[in-house]
Every structure is written in C-alpha cells, then in structure tokens.
C-alpha cells in the first residue's frame, strides 16, 4: 500500500520562510506532486518532481529524495493569501494505471 | 487551458433520492478522469478510476452500485450518488488527466458539495 505522512498544522509569519515535509512509502513510485487548497476549494497544481533534486517555481521551491522516501515543499515570502492546506501526493504504478494517493494535508496559517 | 468544470456545484437532495454529478474536461480530450470524496478536514480520496468507453476501477470499500460512474466520451464524466444516505454528505471532486510536458498532469474540477438531509 501507500503511506504518506505530512504534518497537521504550521504556523508561519508573512515575509518568512516556511519548509513543508512529505514522507512517504510506495511501490511502482511515479513522482509526487504539491498542491495548494484553500477550505471548500479543489486542489490546484504546484510542483511535480520525479527525480532527485530540488524544483524552483517562483516563491515555490518543491525536493525529492527518492531513496529517503522524502520531499519538502518550500514557500519564501510568505503572503497572507498562501494560508491553506498543502497536499502531498504520490503517483504510483497500479491496476494497469497511474493513481495518486494524497496525504491529509498540512493547514498552513500565515499570520501578520 | 486544461480546464475542468463541474456540475452543480452544490446540492442538498432529500434521503434515498439519487444525484448525478458532471465533469468536464473543457479544452483538452482526457482520456482518464478520477472521483475523489473529501470528508471535512480529511484529504481526498480516490473513489475510483475512469477510463473512456470503459467501465470505471473502484477502490477498496466503494460500493460501485452505490456510485455509477459513466465515462462517454473523452471530455464527460458523472458520478451518480444513488439512494443517498446523510453519511454520503461529502464534497465530491473530479480530476482529468492530460499528457503535459514530461508528465501526465491532472487538473481538478472545482468540486461538488453534496449534502443529504
């Protein structure tokens, strides 16, 4: 099976630097990827990393250790707005198909 | 582009009345899409796997003839909640992949808010 953990809650102040940590363990591993969501709406894409190494997107920075079974997601410069839930999710080799399996969710709170 | 919608956005139905809910694919032929169910404060989970002109792969512990699935066409998919029960209250998300770049992305629908009385 698939086991992602993430961690529940973080707090961080606007302007700052917040790292968001991702372990995982899966076979037939196919990339993680990141997604943001705000409360009641659908995930929307960050970054997908597939090999080992780090991903800079902007203020968004995604890492991969495949043989740590590890990944963080990073967020400089915080803004208010980027108060939401970060997904973890692993796409893995399955029933003759790609799936991706999404951990809980890290609730991100960006205070002033 | 990859644009997903879904169709209502929200309702509320009645205990054992059924509910179908669309996805589309606007602007781009996806040849798999995926329902997901989010409980609140909980993360998503797969429902099941649609793949066009075919019958649909559920996860372990979803009930198929409770959740009809029906893929026709490259840019359609609905989920059906039939004879809904309070505890099927959930918001209900579609995803659709494309090929893009060096990775099969998916995008997400805006998500269906169901809730059963």
């Known amino acids: 099976g698939q086991n992602i953990d993430q961690p529940t809650e973080m707090t961080a102040t606007e302007g700052a630097i917040v790292q968001i940590n991702c372990t995982y363990q899966?076979?037939?591993?196919?990339?993680l990827f990141w997604y943001q969501q705000h409360a009641g709406e659908a995930p929307t894409f960050l970054s997908y990393?597939?090999?080992?190494g780090l991903e800079e997107k902007g203020r968004f920075s995604s890492f991969l250790s495949r043989s740590k079974g590890y990944s963080y997601l990073l967020l400089k410069e915080l803004q208010m707005k980027d108060s939401a839930s970060y997904l973890c999710?692993?796409?893995?080799?399955?029933?003759?198909?790609?799936?991706?399996?999404f951990g809980k969710g890290t609730k991100l709170s960006v205070i002033p | 582009g990859a644009v997903v919608s879904q169709h209502p956005s929200r309702v509320i139905c009645k205990s054992g009345t059924s509910v179908k809910i669309e996805c589309r694919s606007l602007?781009?032929?996806?040849?798999?899409m995926f329902w997901y169910r989010q409980f609140p404060k909980q993360s998503l989970m797969l429902m099941a796997t649609?793949?066009?002109?075919?019958?649909?792969?559920?996860e372990q512990g979803v009930e198929k003839d409770k959740f009809l699935i029906n893929h026709a066409s490259l840019t359609l998919s609905t989920l059906t909640v039939t004879s809904a029960h309070p505890e099927d209250s959930s918001f209900y998300i579609c995803?659709?992949?494309?090929?893009?770049?060096?990775?099969?992305?998916?995008?997400f629908g805006p998500g269906t808010r169901l809730t059963v009385l």
């Open positions: 999710a692993v796409r893995y080799s399955g029933a003759g198909s790609y799936q991706l399996t």
């Open positions: 602007d781009f032929q996806a040849t798999t």
């Open positions: 990393n597939v090999l080992d």
């Open positions: 649609s793949n066009e002109g075919s019958k649909a792969t559920y």
């Open positions: 995803s659709a992949r494309e090929r893009q770049g060096r990775t099969f992305e998916q995008f």
């Open positions: 899966t076979s037939g591993f196919n990339g």
